[in-house]
């Protein structure tokens, strides 16, 4: 079958799937195993729309990089000589050769290993032996990728005109974000972690805390009522309830007299640059995400002063939540690798002059979220075994599950604006070109 025979394939299965799609309930297997529904996510999903990559303390001198893989893109983010960060496909302009095989590093120029083609970490082609003289060199430059960097926080856009609703999240977002001076912060720690789940499963076990009981470690602080509401409480967990209410109120209090924005702000399904942001209330001391819910780092970041100030949440679509404390942030980010493998990529953050070893371990600054991660990722792949299962058939969402369906009616949203693109433009190719040969479904 010809490629643009199987993508039109493809697209009509997608526009079947969504038009018998039940909402309220967990989607088709499809969605999570089709190998070129998997390919209409990178196009419709991560091709289109600003995906978070990491955080700006990544890079922090000139020809620091960091390198992205979403599906078959690969993408450079890179600190220039100019201290300004930019992103650039990771092809060589010649013959196509990947230019940085390493996730991390430091490059004066980029030099294909290939034929040594050379250039400027602005992208500009600097050197090409043998290259014909009539050729224009100012044409061959690395192709760039749209960069927004939002308080610290690096997104990308592989669109040619990249979603223009990231200025009012960045209105939005940046007076919660821009205490915690996340660019005067460094990186204490990072780990890449591979699941055996669709990514889609990545970021529905996120989205709720229906199973959050079996997060001990992360327990000691977070409260469990992430997503829930006052009728959501079952009697046994009424004393609990009532201790999150008095703390909140605590934290309310502080946030206000420190002019700290602290309300949420839910935008998750009904806008193109999806995201929710809120400060939250921590359990016991409710300082950071350790075990005895205290700092983690002596040295507080930005010009905090009091260590207990709960967790800036941001959530954004369709890949990333993080969270800042007085002492330091974990940023995650996931990116797809194929049908049923989604890379996630946490990252520690500490102050700029914090020392390790003085002013933070790193066992005890990472241990909660390590944990964590290690308990989703058996949870993804538990989820993704049985969506294998031909007796799989999509469930009911619990109520308290509501940023879950958040998300998916977003992906179903977004998905099919693109399906309803392509299905345009195939009826009008038709009605050009006619039907194409052995298609079954020509009038």
Known sequence: MRIAERNDSAVRDAADLLARRKRGYSLDAPFYLDAD????????????????????PEVPEPGDFITVEIGKYSIIVIRGADMEIRAFHNVCRHRGARLLSDRSGSVRKFVCRYHHWTYELTGSLLDAEHIAGDVDRRCLGLKRVHLR????????????????????????????????????CKIAHRIDLVED????????????????????????????????????????????????????????????????????????????????????????????????TAIASKHLVGDFTVPRLGALSLHTQPNSWNHFLSDHAVTFSLWPIGPEQTLVRTTWLVDKNAVEGRDYDLENLTHVWRKTNEQDARFVGWTQEGVRSPAYEPGPYSPNENQLEKFVDWYIDRLSAYVGERCSMRQSRSATTGPAEGDSRRA
């Open 37 to 56: 529904l998997f390919e209409l996510d990178i196009a419709a999903i991560f091709a289109r729309h600003w995906i978070h990559v990491g955080a700006s």
């Open 197 to 292: 789940g669709n990514w889609k499963s990545v970021m529905e076990n996120n989205r709720e805390c229906y199973h959050c009981t079996s997060h001990p470690e992360l327990l000691r602080t977070f409260f469990q009522f992430f997503g829930h509401s006052e009728t959501d409480v079952k009697p046994r967990q009424r004393a609990y309830y009532e201790r999150y209410r008095r703390m909140q109120a605590e934290f309310v209090a502080t946030w206000e007299t420190l002019g700290l924005p602290w309300k949420a702000v839910e935008l998750l399904d009904d806008r193109v640059t999806a995201f929710r942001v809120e400060r939250m209330a921590l359990d016991n001391r409710g300082e950071s995400y350790t075990l005895d």
């Open 149 to 184: 960097n939002l308080c610290g926080l690096l997104f990308i856009c592989l669109a040619d005109e990249p979603p223009a609703d990231f200025d009012e999240m960045q209105r939005i977002v940046e007076p919660y974000l821009a205490p915690h001076r996340l660019d005067a």
